[in-house]
């Protein structure tokens, strides 16, 4: 094996890692972004107006879905669908 070959090799190696490395720390993404628990735990919230401040905060707080092309469906039952 010469050393292009090494080499090539090499950058593949590390390439796959990285991927590895930010599937299993998934960084910042929706880092931030409110989760269900979140939601959820507005319901132990007594005060309404302190309610409607959480509320506002996370709903403010919401990543932003992009979809070029197509319609995006998604029905009660959790099903989602992408049409294209």
């Known amino acids: 094996m010469d050393n292009i070959s090494k080499a090539i090799l090499t950058v593949i190696a590390v390439a796959l890692c ?17 989760t269900f628990g979140d939601i959820r735990a507005l319901r132990d919230i ?9 509320l506002m905060k996370l709903m403010n707080s919401l990543p932003l879905v992009r979809v070029q092309g197509g319609q995006v469906d998604a029905d009660v039952s959790g099903n989602v669908s992408i049409d294209n």
């Not at 990285?18 to 409110?34: C, Q, R, V």
């Not at 007594?46 to 959480?54: A, I, L, S, Y």
């Open 46 to 54: 007594q005060d309404p107006k302190q309610r409607h401040e959480k």
């Open 18 to 34: 990285a991927i590895a490395f930010k599937l299993y720390f998934p960084g910042s993404s929706f880092a931030g972004a409110p």
